[in-house]
Each structure stands twice: as C-alpha cells, then as structure tokens.
C-alpha cells in the first residue's frame, strides 16, 4: 500500500493448468470448464490467459477497494473518538477487542492439478488458500471430471444407480472410522467430527482407475480446523451401486 513496503501488501500466486489441444473434444469448451472451475463463471468468455490476468487484477483492485473502505470507516471512528470520548469504549464494548488503525495484509495462492487422463475421462482439482486478514486461513479444493467424449461434466446421476446416496453414507462413514483407527461414530465426534451420521455425497469429487475419491473441505462434517476429508471409495466397494454401460462402469471392470 501506498508504495511502502513497510505497509500492509496483498500477495497473489496462480498456477493454471488447462488444455490446448484435445484429441476427441472442444478444446474451447474444455478450457471454458477449466476457467469456470477456477475463476468463476464471470470469466468463461476470456481466453484462458486474459482470465488469469483479469482475476489476479480484480483481485488487486478488491484489496485496494477494502482498504480504502476500512480507512474511511478509522477516520470515521477517530472523529467519533474526537467528538465522544467514550464512543472507542463503546465500540471496543460492542466488538470485543481493542481498535486498530491498520489495515491488514491479504494473500491467496490459487493452482490446478490433473489427476487422470485416460480413458477418455479427465479429473482435475483447484486448491485455493489464502487469508483476508482473519486469525484462520481458509484453504479449499473443488474438483472436476469431465467425459471426454461428450465435453461434460460427469455428475453423480450419471455414475450411479438411483437411490445411491445411502449406500454412498454407509461407505463414508466406514471409511472415516477406518481412517481414524476408531470404532464408531461417537467415537469420531470425540476427534472434532460432526452430524456424520447425516453425511450425504456432495458433488465434490474425482474419477481415476482405481475408485472414485470424495473431498469434504474444512467446515464440512469436522470442525474447521481439522484438515479437508479425504474420502477414497474403490471400485469393489461401488459396483453394486454404479450404473451399467456408463464410461466410468466400463473403467472400472478394466
């Protein structure tokens, strides 16, 4: 800020992973997805590169708009102070902690990964991580399987028969006790786990030859600071509820 490096700074990194040729697709409709999932719906009609650059500026742009809104709202507060001695106390009584003139410094780290491209199905994630001047950080992973054949987005109906959500709660929940070395649900609850026995399947998931691997990010069934909730399902434990001639039924009887 105010070109002083001994000021609050905002500090952005991007890794951006996407496809620039496609053997049996759009390549412009798989890049759209790529785009999508990691920088919003706002920016699928830019090229790829135009994306990266519009988000990391707006990114700037948001830092400098929020500091200017909490300096006018310091100078607000200390004319206040000026004119009413007691008004800090009733602002520190209201809010809980002492004043502070500062603004704080922001940083996200934004990256893609490809997990699986074979078969003609292609499974990414994007991390994001960053702090917004908070004591906790925030950290998430959003993930991607798309069918190479048609150019979309692989949904859970398309991989399961109906009904496949409380077969899939049972395997979670095996799965979370099998992990943790303990033995039932209370148990799990005593480690930071919660409403486990309401776990649902939630969209956020990755496809490769060996099962299907389910993310639960920070806040989902656990308390936040226990890490995202890596969830891996094998195929012998989902045949019974995949549905039939689908590509990801034909992956797994390889």
């Known amino acids: 800020m105010d070109n002083d490096t001994t000021q609050p700074f905002c500090k952005i990194t991007v890794r951006f992973v996407y496809p620039k040729t496609a053997a049996k697709s759009d390549v412009n409709q798989l890049q759209q997805v790529f785009i999508e999932n990691m920088f919003g719906y706002s920016y699928i009609n830019f ?3 135009e994306a ?13 708009n929020d500091a200017k809104t909490f300096n006018k709202n310091v100078s607000d507060m200390k004319l206040m102070g ?3 001695p007691d008004y800090s106390d009733e602002w520190e009584n209201v809010h809980g902690d002492t004043l502070s003139y500062t603004f704080y410094s922001y940083y996200e780290t934004l990256s893609d990964t490809i997990y699986f491209n074979k078969y003609n199905i292609l499974s990414f994630q994007v991390r994001q991580t960053g702090n ?3 004591e906790t950080p ?3 992973y959003k993930n ?25 709660q049972l395997l979670f929940i095996s799965s979370l006790i099998n992990q943790n070395s303990v033995k ?22 990755l496809v490769d030859d060996k099962g299907i691997t389910y993310v639960f990010n920070k806040g989902e069934y656990a308390a936040y600071p226990l890490n995202a909730q890596v969830i891996f399902l094998p195929y ?19």
């Open 47 to 49: 090229s790829p590169r």
């Open 236 to 254: 012998d434990a989902l045949r019974p509820i995949l549905k039939e001639n689908t590509i990801v039924s034909k992956l797994a009887a390889r």
């Open 132 to 134: 917004k001047g908070g």
């Open 138 to 140: 925030f950290e998430s």
């Open 184 to 205: 039932t649900i209370d148990d799990l609850e005593d480690l930071g786990y919660f409403s486990i026995e309401e776990i649902m399947p939630n969209k956020n998931f």
């Open 144 to 168: 991607c399987v798309i069918n190479l054949k048609t150019g979309k987005i692989l949904t859970e109906n398309d991989l399961f028969k109906p009904g496949y959500e409380k077969q899939l």
């Open 52 to 64: 990266l650059e519009h988000y990391i500026a707006n990114y700037i742009d948001n830092y400098q």
């Open 82 to 84: 000026t004119l009413m």
